[in-house]
Structure formats: C-alpha cells, structure tokens
C-alpha cells in the first residue's frame, strides 16, 4: 500500500478552480418541451408524437423521440429521482441591486425565501445570481436542488461567494433644477435667472443622458445573461427581484406629466425648441433597440423574466417636488416583451406563479435529428398541434442554438448541468463505484471509485501533458450536496501516457456522509479537448448499528495509473481488505476470460446468519474479516460471464427482507 501511495502522490497535479456546465445540441439530437392548454388554461394531457408537426427552420423534422412528464402525477419522487432536462422547472432568483434600496433588497430576500418555500418543488431547480448597470450579472450560484446552497447566496447577495467550482446608489431620478419664479424680476438679475433656469436644464439633459446609459448598459446585460442561458436546456424562469426604473428613458413621458408637456410646448412655441428633450418626451430609438434585441434573446434561448416589485406601497408625493409619477412599468417594459409577469404584491407570488406552473404540469418532450451546420447557429422551431380537438393552444421555445463555440460562463454552467441533470457524456468512457463503511464517527466513510478510459483522456492532447478536471457530489434525497471531492491532475504523458493508453486511470476518493439516500455523481473533464465522462451510482447509507451490504468486484492486479484522491474520512482505515490483506476494488466485473471474485461486505450481521442467491450462479469461496464489516468472497466463473450483470439477492436466516444489488458485467 505504501508504494501504491507512492505512485499516486507522484501523479497527482496541483488544484485550480475552473468552471461548469451545457447541453450539447450537436451530437444531432435536438429536444424541444413542449405544453399544451386548453381554452380554460388547463393542460392537455394524453397525446401522443403523432399529435404533433415540427419544422426547423422551415424543414419539417420527422419526430424521433417521444418523452412526457406529469408533474401532478402520485409516483413517489424525490429532489434526486431522474428526470428529462428539458422538463425540469428551472427559476433564477436575479437580485437588481443597482435598483434597489437598502430596505427594499430587505424585502427582496424575504421575497425570495417565500417563493422558494411555497412555489418550488423538490425537482425543481433554482438560481441565484445579482445584476447592477455598473457590473453587469453575476452567478452566485448554478442552477441546483441545494436549497442550503440557495439559502445562504439569499442571505448575502451583494457579497455571497461559493467555494464550490461549480456554482450553482440606487439613482432612479436626475438631476432636478430647483424652480424658482422669476416673472417679477426686472433688468439683469431676470436675464441672469433666465440663464441659470436654463443652464440647469441642459445640465438636467446631460444628467439624463447619464441616467438612459445606466438603464440601457442594466437592459443589455439581461439580454447577456438570456444568451448565456441558452447553455441550459429546458425553459428558464428569472425571478427579478427589484423596484424598477423611470420608464420615461425608454419609451418616453407618461401621459400624467401635463406640467413638463405644457412647458416644453412653450418652448417649442417660443423658438427653443433646443431646451427640449425629446428623447424624454418620446422615448430614446437606441434604448429601445436595446430593449427589442433583450426580448429576443429571451425568446431564443427560452428563458422568461417575470418581475417582484420591491418597493412596497408606492407613494405618488414626496417633500421636495410635491405631486411625483412614481411607477413600476419600467418592470413591466422588461417582463412583457418576454411573455413573463409583474407581481405588484409579494403575498400574491405564490397563487399567480401557481396558476402559471398549473398550465405547465404536463410537458411534452419531441425529440428529432437536425444535421449540424456552424456552431452557435440560431435555428427557428414551429410546433402545430394535429388532430387535437378544442381549441386546444400549443407553447414552445422559439428556437435552438448549436451546440460549440462556448464562452467560459456557459461552459460552466455545461458541467453544472451534466451533474445536476444527470446528462449523459460518452466523450470519456467513465465507470464508477461507491460502498459505505462503518467507522468509529457518526459519519460513515464512502470510498468512491473512477475508471476512465485512457485514449479518451489523451485524445487531441497538446504536447506531453494532459490537465483532467474530477469533479464528485454527493446529493441526499432532499438535493442538497453532503459532501464532494473536486481535483485537478496534471498527468505527465512522457512518464504515464504507455500505461494510461493501455489501461486507462483509476481515482480513488474518500467521502464522509451521515446515514440517508444519496446519488453520487461524478464527472470528468479533459480540459485540452473539453471532452467529457458522466456516471452517477445510487447508494444507501444505512445506520451505523442496521445489516446493510456493499458488492465490490475485486481486482487481481492493478494496470491502471493510479490516482489517490482527497479522504473526508481521513481517521477511517482503508477498507478494502480480507483477513488483513489489501486489494484493488474495480468497479465492474470484466469478460476478460479469467474468473472475477467479487466481495459482499456485510455490517451489521454475521455472515453465518445470512443465505444468498446469485445470478448467474457463482461459487463461494469462503468468508474473511474486514475493516469493520465481514465479508463473502463469490467467484463467477467466465463460462457464465455473458450476461449484463451479475445480480445478488441476501436474506437473514428466518427473514423474508431480501436485499438485492447487481454488480455491471462488461467487456
């Protein structure tokens, strides 16, 4: 063991934090959600692929998958059952901090808590991220079901900063001139007032101007943020959490301020018509191109922006202007264009978004194969509805983009996505294990195994090195991650590339997890070639003092380069060994031609006291002593091996509790 450790220190590369996640639309395969209502806003459930036609780009695409999702369905689930990526109800909490006062961010995050108490559900997947004119957006976390994560970016959105490598002012008016009458003055001191009226007004223009850039530079980075999203699958729910700004800078005065009117067509009658602003009056063109290239960014990439108004009670009056237009349809320029809602009142969230949420219970996923053309190509999509009776209405995205061509913030959101979503990655051929251990702790200790393809790995690598990104959560039945392992291996070709070719790289890591239902989840990433592996082991971790048992398939002699990841159970001894002598656990049984012995650690009972049934039928070879579980060793012999798994089923002597598990047979 120590040479093992040896090697491994040897091999193991220093830790930089990179990034996340994307779906790659350019392996062909494109899914688009798709719901159905009927003329009373209910969903339309029962259709079938042939109730559908669907055009790309004008081409009508032949339907080649066929997925649909009750949510209202009684099937017991939990935040970590699987589900389609592109069904997943998915909200972003958006904090507008360049909009919003100190008692109204206040408000803001008990908005914030409320919704995600009574609006999401389990599977549901939230983030959180800020947005200010001056800084543009930032992610404070990835779209998860940690809602310990969400809880904590909540609490402290002006300066939350996750550890994890894959997360997951307020000037609304300009300037005023103080108006003074002057219509009694005589001689120079009237000229000189004149002249300061009107110094103030052009001065109250520029400020003006100043004021139009900060909106549209907030407009703009809301677009930023829809494209990047398009790295998301699945329709996308911004929450923006903020009291607004004057409308006036975008689409022009509101009808109610006669006064600023009647004197700028007394301007224009007197031949000044320089003092008048006419952006402030109409509206500035730019500001709503602005806002008109948002909107569609929001429909390309399928996202919606519905609004909170935090500002409370509105008061129309305030001490140094008297009567004031106070309003929130700066909220409602920016939410209607994307087909999302204003909520005035925070108490109404709940029974407005579940209205909402209601005509969405039902998703239907079409799935068709689009040949690729040029990476961040924006392909239109048009679904019609084929022999639905009523007048029933169909909603989908509006489009599709290819996959390629990321930035660093999709990319990152890519791989946050493949873990939370549990999206399938075959660029990397990548196989997993993880058991639970008793220890002396109240925490048992979880090894957790990697096998990666070696080829994969080095494939399109630079010069004689190769950087691999390991990333490993744990998620309970509640979405929240326990615990993780996140390493960077500088991998020296010259030194390890003949083996790693030959074989391929086995980590090694160690967690630490209390008693519950977990899904370990483990992604790889070669970072030369962003090429990708994804595998995810469901795992009991039972009580220290409950019988539970872990099948490890056992290996005769390691070829592999070996990786000794970090250990979370750190006091906890290494825990695969028989009567004292150590092995190399593998994390599937091989066809290889050489019988494969598989150990069954079993805790919590003798082994004298418990029968077992195989399949197909293995030969036991006897029983040894652990580290803090007994063990049987079986031995399936390679005539029987041309199966897909080898199952096991145990039962205590006198009990009618069987315990199943299989153990992946492959080539």
């Not at 592999?560 to 906890?572: E, N, P």
């Amino acid at each position: 063991m120590k040479r093992l450790l040896a090697v491994i220190a040897a091999l193991a590369g220093g830790v930089t934090l990179l990034a996340q996640m994307k779906e790659t639309v350019n392996v062909n395969l494109v899914e688009v959600p798709v719901t159905v209502v009927d003329s009373s806003g209910n969903p339309v459930r029962g259709l079938t692929a042939a109730n559908f036609e669907l055009t790309d780009n004008g081409t009508r695409r032949e339907i080649t998958a066929f997925d649909k999702i009750d949510f209202a369905s009684s099937d017991t689930i939990t935040a970590i059952s699987p589900l389609n990526p592109n069904a997943r109800r998915q909200f972003m909490l958006l904090f507008d901090l360049g909009y919003a006062s100190p008692n109204a961010l206040t408000r803001a995050q008990e908005a914030a808590r409320k919704f995600v108490t009574d609006t999401v559900l389990p599977r549901d997947l939230v983030a959180v991220g800020t947005i200010e004119p001056d800084r543009g957006f930032r992610l404070l976390t990835a779209f998860t079901t940690d809602r310990a994560l969400i809880a904590s970016a909540i609490g402290d959105p002006r300066s939350f900063k996750g550890s994890d490598p894959l997360q997951i002012a307020n000037q609304t008016e300009a300037f005023k001139p103080v108006q003074e009458s002057t219509g009694s003055g005589n001689g120079n001191a009237a000229i000189a007032a004149e002249e300061q009226i009107e110094t103030a007004g052009r001065m109250q223009h520029m400020n003006e101007a100043a004021v139009r850039q900060r909106i549209d530079r907030e407009v703009d980075s809301l677009g930023a943020l829809a494209k990047m999203l398009r790295a998301v699958p699945g329709r996308k729910q911004i929450v923006l959490l903020s009291e607004g700004f004057d409308p006036k800078y975008l689409q022009g005065r509101d009808a109610r301020a006669a006064q600023e009117t009647a004197k700028e067509n007394d301007q224009v009658l007197h031949g000044e018509s320089y003092n008048v602003d006419m952006d402030a009056r109409f509206g500035n063109a730019t500001s709503q191109s602005t806002l008109d290239h948002m909107a569609q960014y929001f429909k390309q990439s399928d996202v919606v922006l519905n609004s909170i108004d935090i500002q409370g009670l509105r008061v129309q009056n305030n001490i140094q202007s008297g009567a004031t237009i106070n309003s929130n349809a700066g909220l409602f320029l920016l939410s209607r264009p994307t087909g999302g809602e204003v909520f005035e009142n925070v108490n109404d969230v709940k029974t407005n978004f579940q209205r909402m949420l209601h005509q969405q219970e039902v998703v239907y996923v079409l799935g068709f194969q689009a040949p690729t053309q040029k990476p961040g190509t924006f392909h239109n999509l048009r679904v019609k509805l084929v022999n639905v009776p009523g007048s029933a209405k169909v909603f989908s995205r509006a489009g599709y983009y290819e996959g390629g061509g990321e930035t660093a913030m999709e990319r990152t959101l890519s791989n946050a996505e493949i873990i939370v979503n549990d999206i399938p990655q075959s660029d990397v051929h990548l196989t997993a294990l993880s058991a639970a251990f008793p220890t002396s702790d109240k925490n048992l200790q979880v090894p957790v195994i990697l096998e990666l393809n070696g080829n994969d790995l080095v494939k399109d690598a630079k010069g004689n090195a190769a950087k691999v990104e390991i990333y490993v959560y744990a998620f309970d039945s509640d979405g929240i991650v326990r615990d993780r392992l996140y390493q960077v291996l500088n991998l020296d070709l010259r030194k390890v590339g003949e083996k790693l070719r030959a074989s391929g790289l086995k980590y090694y890591g160690t967690m630490s997890l209390p008693p519950g239902t977990y899904a370990i989840k483990s992604l790889v990433r070669s970072v030369d070639s962003d090429r990708r592996g994804f595998a995810r082991t469901d795992i009991v971790v039972s009580r220290p003092e409950a019988v539970a048992f872990s099948a490890v398939p056992m290996e005769e002699q390691a070829k592999w380069v070996l990786v000794k990841g970090d250990s979370h159970a750190s006091s906890a001894a290494y825990p695969f060994v028989l009567n004292g002598q150590q092995f190399f656990p593998t994390t599937v049984a091989r066809k290889n031609g050489e019988p494969q012995k598989v150990a069954l650690y079993v805790s919590g009972a003798k082994t004298e006291d418990l029968t077992w049934e195989t399949n197909p039928k293995t030969t036991f070879l006897g029983r040894a002593d652990g580290a803090g579980a007994a063990a049987v060793v079986l031995q399936l012999d390679p005539k029987d091996a041309n199966v897909a798994s080898l199952d096991i089923t145990v039962k205590k002597k006198g009990t009618n509790d069987a315990r199943k598990m299989s153990v992946p047979i492959t080539q």
